[in-house]
């Protein structure tokens, strides 16, 4: 599976898609046998690829106390944002507003994964729906595995959630889910307007676009591997929903972004990094982190031409995947998809998540995509200012 088309399988955007083949469960699979890795797990490109620890790179910080409107620092934290957007599609961001609801979920994710597997089971992925706990999405006997259990869940729309997969265990996890969820989508709704700013466009296009938005929330658990060095905990993607805000759970690190070719990691300090093209990362103290994924608004034209390139030439399908249906140019071709909103204005980010020797590490990522009825294409304000560069 190419790793739009995971993105887009983790964000459930896809919905009916065919069954996902099942696979172990991996902190079952690590806690039972720690010297025994299955050679689906094995990524000899984590060895070879050139990773870059605490590498030089100063990801954008983005402080949304700033954004009150005539306020001092208002348009320059706005610029910063526009940049961050164009050079990075990745920020930190600080001050959201967010830490509490945050510090609850947290709580009630750490609380979930602890829990002997029968009870996880209780909310177990289904076929045919990516929603529920198990693993990313499997299409082929193959396929190279992620080592990593998720829990999904679509909060957003209201009207379409689907409580059978909702832990009842913790019982606090409903409504602390529902909190952080409703802070996370004003927080985007905030973000996407700001964005729509910057790029020209009325805020409004934008943002009506992402009322009644589908929100999917994953929750991502990566036990400890003796061969780290060896395995994934999520491979190389970059997320095809509109914004994804992203904070880790504890202080494990494991977040690479890819920029210049290199991955880049972190080894102290906030534990986040850099993804390619661009990131946008935003900080609040030392604790609450949100990486930011800028993903419908996209690269500048020729950037998004390489970026293309690049990805056919590094992760062209195997021949498993092109039976099962997976073609490339069907990718490029939704891989443009993510691009359009923006007219090409910002890109998005590869990333990829590691494994730690001795300490299980979690996060949990929220993705935010236009409402069901929302055509994808470029804002109407382009076509009158500067010219639609894609076809609706
Ligand atoms: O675990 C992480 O830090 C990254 C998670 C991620 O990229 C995702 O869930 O899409
Ligand atoms: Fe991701």
Sequence with gaps: M????????????????GGSLPVQNVKELASKYPEYIPLRYIRPEVESDDIVVDGSLQTPVIDMSNFVMGQVGYEEELTKLHTACKEWGFFQLINHGASEAIEHMKVVTEEFFKLPLEEKMACAQVPNNIEGYGQAFVVSEDQKLDWGDMLFILPLPASRRNLSFWPQNPTSFKS?????????QSISTTLLGLMAKNLGVNPE???????DCIQGIRTNYYPPCVHADKVMGLAPHSDSVGL???????????????KNHKWHSKKSGNGLTSLKDYVIRVKEGQ????????????AVKNALFKTEEERAVENSPSKAEEEAGLKLDDEIEEEKQKKIMSNGEYSSIEHRAM???EQERLSIAA??????????????DFAQKTGAKYKQ
Excluded: C
């Excluded at 190419?2 to 898609?17: I, K």
């Excluded at 994804?244 to 690479?256: F, S």
């Excluded at 604790?287 to 996209?298: L, N, P, R, V």
């Design 287 to 298: 604790k609450d982190i949100f990486y930011t994924i800028g993903e419908s608004e996209k």
């Design 367 to 380: 993705f935010h995509s236009p409402n069901m009825e929302a055509e994808i294409g470029p804002l109407p």
């Design 176 to 184: 602390t889910l529902e909190e952080y969820s409703s802070k996370l």
């Design 205 to 211: 296009e934008l943002t009506s676009k992402f009322e």
């Design 2 to 17: 190419r790793p739009w088309h995971r993105a887009m399988v983790t964000t459930g955007v896809l919905g009916d898609m």
């Design 244 to 258: 994804t805000l992203l904070i880790h759970v504890n202080e494990v690190q494991g977040l690479q972004i890819r």
């Design 355 to 357: 494994v730690n020797v």
